[in-house]
């Protein structure tokens, strides 16, 4: 069974016999359209144990455009919410080629650092006071195989950002970057990330057109994680899967 979206999810009464709901908010990496759909993988497992997964993920989304989204998250009157928010925070806030390709969502400020703080303490405000959910922050995989570079830099900062808000409001943190550098570390050949968009067009002609799997076309580029640099493969999907599923148990009352 496939996750709902969000709005299918609202447009429909709660199932009379959901156990709890779990929505997984965040961008493309949750979206699972442009990368491999770990929502999917958990409501493959919780679903049988009479949860419901809702996917409010929304591909390109900056953390500014989550927020304003806020209130659908809400209206879910969820048990759990789960928020891997920022990969394109750091782009946009690296390189202005990126940045102006997030500029259709009127962003109220250019995304830094800085913003990216307030907006996801913002986010985390809303949902604290507003819902009863059980809640947990996903720190952002690498952007990029080479762990030593630029992006990868700048995706470390963003994650003390991360834990930095989780810590004010004593909200859990899900280690994925550990995992998934872990994961590099021991296998990946990727030549450095070069900061343009071509890896994430191949990529998808490779999957609409080619039929690969995502697993496939990582390791056609030496890469053990990522599919073009910013997307999650098969592999990493499962290891996000993981940790939400070790959470949502392990904080089930």
Not at 2 to 30: E, N
Not at 95 to 123: K, M, N, V
Not at 204 to 226: C, F, T, Y
Request: include cysteine; glycine fraction near 6%; aromatic fraction near 6%.
């Amino acid at each position: 069974m496939t996750a709902p979206t969000l709005k299918k999810f609202l447009d429909s009464a709660r199932p009379a016999d959901a156990r709890q709901v779990v929505v997984c908010a965040g961008d493309s990496l949750t979206h699972g359209v442009w990368s491999a759909n770990w929502v999917r993988l958990l409501q493959r497992d919780l679903g049988r144990r009479g949860y419901v997964v809702v996917n409010a993920g929304w591909s390109g989304f900056l953390s500014c455009s989550l927020l304003r989204e806020i209130d659908a998250v809400i209206d879910a009157r969820p048990d759990v919410v789960v928020v891997m928010i920022g990969t394109n925070d750091v782009m946009a806030s690296m390189h202005d080629a990126w940045r102006r390709s997030y500029d259709r969502q009127e962003p109220p400020e250019h995304p830094t650092l800085d913003t990216f703080r307030t907006w996801l303490d913002q986010i985390v405000l809303r949902l604290r006071s507003d819902t009863s959910a059980r809640l947990a922050l996903v720190d952002l995989p690498p952007v990029g195989e080479d762990l030593d570079g630029a992006f990868n830099v700048r995706v470390g900062l963003f994650n003390e950002v991360i834990r930095e808000v989780a810590a004010r409001y004593d909200v859990a943190v899900l280690p994925l970057n550990a995992r998934l550098a872990a994961l590099v570390e021991a296998s990946s050949t990727a030549e450095p990330f070069d900061g343009t968009m071509k890896e994430i067009r191949s990529a998808m002609i490779q999957r609409k057109l080619l039929r690969r799997r995502w697993d496939k076309i990582s390791a056609r580029a030496g890469r053990v994680v990522l599919t073009d640099n910013i997307h999650l493969n098969d592999r990493a999907a499962g290891e996000v899967a993981a940790l939400v599923r070790g959470f949502v148990d392990d904080s089930s009352p």
